[in-house]
């Protein structure tokens, strides 16, 4: 039931995700498309009582192909700042919100 808030850039709007079925037709829509490598580092993290907030710094490397003759590698990194919360069930993700630091992409095509 947690959030994930992506910030926006010069060419992207903020989007977030809110709620576990927002959350599970984001990640299902997303990953139709894109076929990559995410890659955290180690996390920063500061417990306050029943909650925590962490630092992640990331890369994500992938690829996409919208149709046969057209490929989309993408490369973006960047960090999380993420809130979690102890609950009886274990430590949870309560919000992440991604800071991408730069991105590249480029587009292959069949001539």
């Known amino acids: 039931d947690g959030a994930f808030e992506l910030v926006g850039t ?3 709007p903020t989007r977030c995700y ?3 079925a ?4 984001f990640c299902e829509t997303f990953n139709a498309l894109w076929t990559g490598l995410h890659l955290m580092h180690l996390p920063q993290i500061t417990l306050e009582g029943d909650t925590a907030k962490s630092r992640v ?5 992938a690829v996409a192909r919208s149709d ?10 960047g960090y999380y700042e993420v809130t979690y919360r102890n609950t009886p069930g274990g430590w949870r ?10 991105s590249a992409e480029h587009q292959f095509g069949v001539l």
Not at 22 to 25: D, I, N, S, Y
Not at 57 to 61: D, G, K, N
């Open 93 to 102: 993700m309560l919000r992440r919100v991604e800071h991408g630091v730069g």
């Open 68 to 77: 046969p003759s057209r490929t989309v590698q993408r490369r973006v990194h």
């Open 18 to 20: 809110e709620g576990r």
């Open 10 to 12: 010069a060419d992207r």
């Open 57 to 61: 710094h990331f890369e994500w490397t």
């Open 22 to 25: 927002a959350l599970k037709q």
